[in-house]
């Protein structure tokens, strides 16, 4: 016995209803989730760069998509500086009108770190040197002071 579907059946209909919706809704969310969280992000995304890095950084404008590059996340920096501390006072490493990067969506919710994919630097300029001591002004990270017992 062969079942057959009948395309005007109302549980099939109601079935691709159904099914229609939900992807039109995933697709929604994707745009809509960027703006909702958009302050959000750039005020995480300072805070947490200038705690890491050993050097005063600041952007004008953060730009977060799920769609551009998808199944990727595209974020962009517009008017990106990072300007140097200490010794370094008053050199600017970094100043860059415009960077995209894509980073691959699922490792942003992984723990072994990001995969960027891709980076693009737009109207930028890069000062870097080292001193006579041999520190260089790109050395910004912050060290790593916690204790591992290797016991």
Known sequence: M???INPTDSKSKR????????????????????????????????????TRLHAEVDFEKLGLSFIRSFPDATLQLKNLYIAGKDDFQGD?????????????????F??????????????????????KDGRAN?????????NIDTD
């Open 2 to 4: 062969e079942t057959k």
């Open 15 to 50: 079935g691709w209803i159904i099914v229609l919706s939900v992807i039109v809704l995933f697709f929604v969310a994707l745009l809509v989730l960027p703006f909702v969280f958009k302050g959000k992000i750039m005020e995480l995304g300072k805070r947490e760069l200038n």
């Open 92 to 108: 600017t490493l970094l100043q860059s009108g415009n960077i995209k990067l894509v980073v691959n969506l699922k490792s942003l």
């Open 110 to 131: 992984g723990d072994t770190g990001y995969e960027v994919k891709k980076v693009e630097f737009t109207d930028t300029k890069l000062l870097a040197h080292v001193l």
């Open 138 to 146: 790109w050395d910004i990270v912050k060290k790593d002071t916690t």
